[in-house]
């Protein structure tokens, strides 16, 4: 449930399509989302389309242990050296609020000992992280109520020579935790209780009316997903 103006509104209340897909994901867990939200996760529609890319080639080769499908990405420069940086990244939008895991395969290896934990290299989900090393598949977990969500792999000062990326998956995880929307919510209400100032807009009254509201639920010690 939103707050419009002040005015309470459901969101399953018109039936099209993104409402009744909404409501699917309410009502379960562990769910393969990748499709709806992620362009071209495994780089097979024209290597990039739909990525932002820095320093990373697509590849056909076999030599990327965990590659899915024709495509993978790499950035390779001769052994004993560092590949230093690179990213790919895209922006995700209008999800439903829950929680998610972000996998995706890569590596960021040092031919030269491939059992060594090379430093430099990450996956991400917003401000949530996780390391990459040797190849392997890697997740990590976010709660997302709303707006832009920046997600990839990047590379900073990277110091294997051979870094690789492919097949991105987005795991739908259930609803958020009571304790994370209160969060938000407070976040939420800092931006709202600035907006109002001094009450004198001409959306004052309304805005008031929505602050209260989510006030209360943040305040209440027994709050509930209803709520």
Do not use: H
């Amino acid at each position: 449930k939103t707050f419009n103006g002040g005015i309470k509104e459901d969101r399953f209340c018109n039936f099209d399509s993104e409402s009744l897909f909404g409501f699917a994901l309410a009502s379960m867990a562990q769910t393969d989302v990748t499709r709806q939200y992620v362009a071209n996760p495994s780089f097979e529609t024209n290597g990039t389309n739909g990525w932002a890319v820095s320093g990373f080639v697509p590849q056909g080769n076999n030599s990327f242990t965990k590659k899915q499908g024709a495509t993978y990405l790499e950035k390779w420069v001769a052994k004993g050296s560092s590949a230093g940086s690179a990213s790919v990244s895209q922006v995700l939008a209008n999800l439903e609020p829950g929680k998610y895991t972000l996998t995706v395969a890569a590596q960021n290896l040092d031919q030269n000992d491939d059992t060594r934990k090379c430093t430099g290299a990450q996956l991400f989900a917003g401000t949530k992280t996780k390391i990459v090393y040797t190849a392997d598949d890697y997740s990590v977990d976010f709660t997302y109520f709303d707006g832009d969500l920046n997600v990839g792999f990047r590379a900073t000062n990277a110091n294997g020579n051979w870094l690789a990326v492919d097949n991105f998956r987005l795991t739908y995880n259930g609803a958020p935790d009571v304790a994370d929307t209160k969060k938000a919510l407070n976040t939420q209400l800092t931006t709202a209780n600035k907006l109002y100032g001094d009450g004198a807009g001409i959306n004052a009254a309304a805005l008031k009316q929505a602050i209260d509201a989510a006030q209360a639920v943040v305040d209440k010690d027994d709050v509930s997903a209803e709520d």
